[in-house]
């Protein structure tokens, strides 16, 4: 069936057809087995389009049951999007195949979530054309969901209207009720198609009764109150106000409402707050009132405003009731913002409110519990088990740096004493992972390929012998970067591309090398920090173990690379008492021929509204920079970010200050642009040592403005520790701060909230003086950006909970504009709480 095989790969649907209509079913059988072989043992192992077609009506023309056919075509190396369906619905016919629809529920399974639609419509088609109810899972909805928007050119070219499209779906009564039970479908409903939206198609549908009208208000309820993220409830708050409902409608759900007004995210709240309100019906008070005490405690500014006018007409409306509201709304006396504070004192005591004074006491420090020391490293792996779930759990995480050196060091110490055992368990954990399934061979300096090459030739004798030319490769461009002596030497041009990655896959191309070795005792640059720092002791008595045996050149630099700065004569004698050329490179290091500080300097890349200010990088005079490890180049905005920067720090866990200098394009782009994530590292940064310098000021002040919460939070989580620990240089932070807002290359309102909080968890000196250095260059603004007067309202609070003063420039002259605007009533605030 040499012919069968080679029209298969070409996607010569015809020929794969008329070689199956001359086997009977025995033959049929057998040539499925082969089939499932090849496609397993094919190296160039992508199917789409005609190809998958073809492999398709191969499947259920050869294949005996429906799960040995969805383990086939529910690889991933198979795109099922563009299947010509018809073709496999005649093949499978033709046999006469019974399990066509359990095939599609099997297939409907494997749909990845995040690719819902890949291979949606193929399935689809396969259970219309069985006549079989659609299948519920979250995949198969988000698909259907993609659907909906997204015509194929086949459908586009009739240019049916979504209305009409929808109207006559099949699942639609099925599948529009799981629409707000699955989590982030949403984002799914979110596009338009055509210039077609989904949500007012919905409400048109239960206008005119296709769709029970009551039952989509109370699925869209339901699923605001289960809540979801921002993007993917947008268009539920859409629905919701395209099917309108009545003020009978909102008066019987009025505990909905309620729960949404206290507890929903802003624009949820805002939307009950809206309905309630205005519907013009009866609410149960107490409730109302309950979670109005709630609401004017919430940090939207627009919702507590609301809120409070609406109490104040009520107790108007109701003065038998305005005792009670007026208590309610002297909860709002303790908002974070002084202007809403006033505003509910105002408001309680008009409506008979009588407030208690309070006294301040300022403190003048922060009260912060005292730094947590970094936990020591694991211990080393010595077991083939255990190292077998290191492994499972790199794949399933982001490689965090002490996870993978614990592996390498494993994968060094276990190849080179019980390889067969270890292949044994590895390599189905490999497989699984499809671990290198993907990965180009040119791709020499490239971390995860390399990671990749190391794991498949511990587990897979055959590729040791494919990759070990890569790796002479790679080891042979390195020969020539010796890195010390770092002075008194010629000036050594810095490599091209990354030289934190080209240390990182020197060290595993020699790693990969020492896999053929015997009994190695592992790797000397273990960590023993999870921060990645080694102990100088520690690496004393591992050379002092080696004995005479040679010492791997990278893997020795990353160990020096990894030791704390500073001098110690004591053990760099007994370093050089070792009599080896390794004792003398620990002991010479130990000395002060160690990597030396580097020169930075803050630049702006880009031009016009496209500005970033980074931190460039050099070695001082007379020092060379063989790895290129103290040289930064000022990279243009755009330049996509590195997988990988979260091994950095580890790289070189005694020189905070230039890891940082290396991360900030990354670092930036998570206030700039949409990016997600890529502030997680400064938590990792604030754990290692060493001077901060204006690149982890500028780190910070971009990951407090980050877009996205989760990068914010990793921001303050870096500041107080820096705080508690005493490094943080909070009028640096501050100063980049404002430079930047002022320029327009920060959206100043996201850095309120995380700076409140700091204030809170004790960081309130700390938060004081990043403030007092921000102001000024806001102030000076032609325009002050906005979020200027919350960070005023903030550094009145900060400044009397401290009772320090702090001089900020060009305060005085914001106060004397006069004026009633928001900007100079918290400037006079501010002022206020100096002068007292």
Known sequence: MTGFFRALIRGDVSTVEAALHTLDEPARRALGDELVAHVRSRRDNWWWGKEATALAVAAVGTLSTATKAAALLGRRSVTLEDVDSELVVAAAR?????????????????????????????????????????????????????????????????????????????????????????????????????????????????????????????????????????????????????????????????????????????????????????????????????????????????????????????????????????????????????????????????????????????????????????????????????????????????????????????????????????????????????????????????????????????????????????WSRILSQSLTRTMRPFRNRPAVEPPHGSALTLVYCARIAEIGQRLDGRNDPGLLAAPTSVTGALDATALYERLAALGDRPVWRWDLTQALLRLPVGVDEALATRAAALGTPAGDELASWLRGDALPAPVHEVVTVGRRERRRNVVTSAPPEGAADPLGLLTVPAHPIGRGPHRWSNLWPALLPGHRGLVAAHLLPEIASAAQEDARDFAMVLPVLAECTGEGGPALDLALAYGLCARHEVDRVAALDALLMLAAAGDLDSPGVGGQLGVLAADGQLTLTRVATPLRDAMAAGARLSVWRLLAAALPPLLAAPTPPRGTPDLLNLAAEAAAATGVLIEVPGLGDVVARGGTSRLVTEARRLATALAA
Do not use: C
Request: net charge negative; no cysteine; hydrophobic share 45%.
């Open 94 to 470: 033709q046999r006469g195949v019974p399990w066509l629809a359990d095939l599609a529920y099997r297939l409907a399974e494997r749909l990845p979530r995040s690719r819902a639609w890949d291979g949606w419509h193929f399935i689809a088609d396969l259970l219309l054309a069985e006549k079989a109810p659609p299948p519920t899972g979250d995949a198969f909805v988000a698909g259907w969901a993609h659907s909906m928007w997204w015509v194929r050119s086949a459908e586009g070219r009739q240019q049916v209207p979504m209305l009409d499209r929808l109207r006559a779906d099949p699942f639609l009564d099925a599948l529009v009720p799981r629409l707000f039970e699955v989590d982030g479908i949403g984002a799914d409903l979110a596009f338009t198609g055509s210039g077609q939206a989904v949500t007012p198609t919905l409400a048109a549908l239960a206008m005119e009764g296709r769709l029970d009208r009551m039952a989509l208000l109370d699925g869209v309820l339901g699923r605001l109150l289960r809540g979801d993220r921002p993007g993917a409830l947008r268009p539920f708050l859409a629905l919701h106000e395209q099917l309108g409902p009545s003020p009978d409608e909102v008066a019987a759900r009025a505990s909905t409402y309620l729960r949404l007004l206290a507890d929903g995210p802003g624009p949820v709240a805002g939307l009950a707050q809206r309905a309630l309100r205005d519907s013009g019906r009866e609410v149960e008070f107490e409730s109302l009132l309950d979670a109005s005490r709630v609401v004017l405690g919430r940090p939207d500014k627009v919702l507590v405003r609301a809120q409070l006018s609406w109490l104040d007409r009520l107790a108007r409306q109701n003065p038998e009731r305005a005792a009670d509201i007026a208590e309610a709304l002297a909860s709002g006396a303790e908002h974070p913002a002084a202007d809403l504070r006033d505003r509910a004192a105002t408001l309680a005591q008009r409506h008979g409110h009588r407030l208690v004074a309070t006294v301040t006491v300022a403190v003048a420090d922060d009260e912060l519990p005292p730094p947590v020391s970094p936990a020591p490293a694991p211990s080393p792996i010595t077991e083939v088990d255990e190292l077998v779930e290191a492994v499972a759990v790199l794949h399933a995480q982001r490689w965090p740096s002490s996870t993978l050196e614990r592996v390498l060091d494993g994968l060094v110490r276990l190849t080179t004493t019980d390889r067969d055992r270890l292949a044994t368990a590895l390599l189905p954990v490999l497989r699984r992972a499809e671990v290198g399934a993907w990965d180009h061979e040119w791709a020499e300096f490239n971390v995860l390929v390399q990671l990749n090459g190391v794991l498949l030739a511990a587990a897979a004798p055959g590729e040791a012998a494919t990759r070990r030319d890569k």
